[in-house]
């Protein structure tokens, strides 16, 4: 059976815990060594491979419960979606979690992450003039019913 990807959504989950200390370029080396000591909302992602200045848009839950998305525009398809009324990046506890688009045409961040992002690898992610590094532990992905 084929999984069919439409504007689906891939939903990384990160743990705040997990501060990454190795195999990083001279700027994210003193980022990641230096991290933010206390809870802050993002404003920008770096990811190798996929984006080093990507959007992140802080979204409100659904009316379901469920982490919202960045929009469907053309902008929307770039931006990285946080579930703001979960745990802020740099929280002592919880997992902080993040949305992204997926495109048939492949033309999406979500189709990017998914093909270069990799257990193990690494998001720094910026904002309230701090930055923290974190790795990935566990990637999901959803598909339309």
């Given at each position: 059976?084929?999984?069919?990807?439409?504007v689906?959504?891939a939903?990384?989950?990160?743990?705040?815990?997990?501060?990454?200390?190795?195999?990083?370029?001279?700027?994210s080396?003193?980022?990641?060594?230096?991290?933010?000591?206390?809870?802050?909302?993002?404003?920008r992602?770096?990811?190798?491979?996929?984006?080093?200045?990507?959007?992140?848009?802080?979204?409100?839950?659904?009316?379901?419960?469920?982490?919202?998305?960045?929009?469907l525009?053309?902008?929307?398809?770039r931006?990285?979606?946080?579930?703001?009324?979960?745990?802020?990046p740099?929280?002592?506890?919880?997992?902080?979690?993040?949305?992204?688009?997926?495109y048939?045409?492949?033309?999406?961040?979500?189709?990017?992450?998914l093909?270069?992002?990799?257990?193990?690898?690494?998001?720094?992610?910026?904002?309230?003039?701090?930055?923290?590094?974190?790795?990935?532990?566990?990637k999901?992905?959803?598909?339309?019913?």
């Open positions: 059976m084929k999984r069919r990807m439409s689906g959504v939903m990384l989950t990160l743990l705040p815990f997990l501060l990454i200390l190795g195999q990083a370029g001279p700027a080396a003193s980022v990641c060594a230096n991290p933010a000591r206390h809870p802050f909302s993002p404003s992602a770096a990811v190798a491979r996929v984006g080093r200045s990507i959007t992140v848009l802080a979204m409100a839950r659904t009316a379901g419960g469920f982490p919202g998305l960045p929009p525009t053309s902008s929307g398809k931006d990285l979606a946080w579930d703001r009324e979960g745990p802020k740099g929280s002592a506890y919880g997992n902080v979690r993040f949305n992204a688009h997926t048939p045409d492949g033309s999406a961040l979500g189709n990017r992450l093909a270069h992002l990799k257990v193990g690898g690494r998001i720094v992610l910026y904002g309230d003039g701090v930055a923290l590094c974190y790795r990935v532990n566990r999901v992905v959803t598909t339309p019913n």
